[in-house]
């Protein structure tokens, strides 16, 4: 069975030292050949530089990419600007985010929600960008409500989204309902599932608890029994996250996202172990 998309995120980092291991990490990974890597931008914008820095790099390597472009805290000539270096170097790939608040609350910016980004974007820059927006299967934190969710995500693909990318979960059946919802709200673009590789226990837990990604209490009480066993916490994890991206494909998901935290490894682990499965990307 072969499946449509295949792409990989990065975070910019902090550390001038860190740097070396992503480009390590990075290289690693574009043997992989996915559909282009995507570039995060930290809270109220606070990696800005180093999100352009790193998807110049990688844009130069000769290989699509996709920077993450945010409105919280921005205004329209500061989006303006941006989007305008992008094109000039012939990136044509963005994903539009609202964007997480600071944890110090300042000026919102010029623009409140993400489909209010993408439609700024659309207009300034036409059908120059692939735009991408975020789907959150099991509701986004924030949201009122379910159905306030899928309005706001329905709201952005009528701005002028090409596609979508979700949170990490590993529920398949939370995808599979969101699917539906959003089709019978008369909505149809690819909806690609964000894949969180599980390596550590600890961290994957306390961010999970922060985004609203629930991590079913089968999977949780089996990784808490490992204790410390990262061997058995990574080998175990390897076969609930290949398992979801089996059920997935199965029941019709056009493909995937991996969220790399910057490693090779896991991402090249899954990718291996979907190929021995008979799953390969067209």
Not at 48 to 58: F, K, P, S
Request: with cysteine.
């Amino acid at each position: 069975m072969s499946f449509h998309h295949f792409s990989i995120e990065f975070f910019p980092p902090k550390a001038p030292e860190a740097f070396k291991k992503l480009r390590d990490a990075r290289r690693q990974l574009y043997r992989l050949s996915p559909a282009y890597f995507s570039v995060t931008l930290g809270a109220g914008g606070s990696t800005r530089a180093g999100t352009q820095d790193v998807a110049l790099e990688i844009h130069n390597e000769g290989q699509r990419v996709a920077p993450h472009v945010t409105c919280i805290g921005t205004t329209h000539e500061m989006i303006r600007e941006k989007i305008m270096e992008y094109k000039s170097q012939g990136i044509r790939h963005l994903v539009a985010l609202r964007g997480d608040l600071p944890s110090t609350y300042g000026e919102l910016g010029d623009f409140r929600y993400a489909n209010e980004l993408v439609e700024f974007v659309r207009a300034e820059t036409d059908d120059w960008f692939h735009i991408d927006v975020a789907a959150y299967p099991e509701m986004h934190p924030q949201a009122a409500s379910p159905q306030d969710d899928l309005t706001n995500f329905v709201r952005k693909v009528k701005a002028g989204a090409d596609a979508a990318i979700t949170q990490y979960f590993y529920n398949p059946d939370a995808y599979f309902r969101f699917a539906e919802n959003v089709l019978a709200a008369g909505v149809d673009v690819p909806i690609i599932a964000g894949i969180m590789p599980i390596t550590n226990y600890t961290s994957l837990a306390r961010f999970s608890d922060t985004c609203g990604a629930e991590i079913p209490r089968w999977i949780r009480l089996k990784l808490e029994s490992f204790g410390d066993d990262l061997v058995s916490i990574r080998e175990f994890g390897l076969d609930v996250v290949t398992r979801l991206c089996e059920r997935l494909l199965e029941g019709g998901a056009p493909g995937f996202h991996f969220y790399s935290l910057n490693q090779a490894a896991p991402v090249e682990a899954l990718y291996e172990r979907l190929q021995k499965s008979g799953y390969c990307v067209e």
